[in-house]
């Protein structure tokens, strides 16, 4: 019982140390000043509005300052620094950012989501058959195929980079029939990082095609076009 009576002391005066200990600390809280530089060609922004690196920052005391920086082929860093008496808030910091996986993975085009026509030169038939080849050679999967309509729609292909996850599919359809004509849409969307294929709201579209499909829409222009 005298052990247990004592261990009971010990665990409460140890509690009271640090009670006492973190009160004190954080009372040392009072307004910071942060001076924050990146990589050259970066955009700086602080609270939403954009800011020369390096930049002087005043942190208020038991305040937040949000900052991002972003450039092109590289992942925007998000950083938050919260002035509350515990957090450690440095005299300066460096902001490096890492290369986007997915920017150095694709290339900026005009075909992306775009309806790009295709001028068979062979009969409906023989043009259905080749499409088909042509295109189970870029896509695993086609998740629509109407040949009476001329109508066809790949599944989403998903693939995550460090910087979000981007999905792709080809949506093929007939849109004149004397003389033959298709129309060609390779749909490129991105989204955040860890975001589902079927999670639709969280993605937008993107001016970029990942080079695994760069060949899709000029294959089709040229072997559809070969009598």
């Given amino acids: 019982m005298k052990i247990r009576n004592l261990l009971i002391m010990i665990a409460l005066i140890a509690g009271n140390v640090l009670v006492a200990a973190l009160s004190g600390y954080a009372q040392k809280a009072k307004d910071r000043t942060l001076t924050i530089s990146t990589e050259a060609g970066s955009s ?25 920086v972003e450039k092109v082929g590289f992942v925007t860093e998000i950083r938050n620094y919260e002035n509350n008496g515990v957090n450690i808030i440095p ?107 079927n999670a639709d709201e969280s993605f937008r579209r993107w001016d970029r095609i990942l080079r695994t499909y760069e060949n899709v829409i000029p294959d089709l222009q040229s072997r559809l076009g070969i009598n």
Avoid: C, H
């Fill in 44 to 68: 700086m922004y602080v609270d939403g509005n954009q800011v020369t690196s390096p930049a002087k920052i005043k942190i208020p005391k038991y305040a937040t300052v949000n900052v991002r």
């Fill in 91 to 197: 005299k300066t910091d460096f902001i490096q950012l890492i290369k986007d996986e997915a920017y150095e993975n694709s290339f900026v085009t005009n075909l992306a989501n775009q309806d790009i026509d295709i001028r068979p030169s062979r009969s409906v038939d023989e043009a259905w058959i080749l499409l088909n080849r042509i295109v189970t050679g870029s896509f695993d999967v086609i998740a629509i195929m109407d040949k009476s309509t001329g109508y066809m729609a790949t599944a989403w292909s998903a693939k995550s980079f460090n910087s979000g996850v981007v999905r792709t599919r080809l949506i093929v359809k007939t849109s004149n029939t004397s003389p033959l004509e298709y129309k060609a849409k390779l749909v490129s969307e991105i989204a955040p990082p860890g975001t589902s294929v």
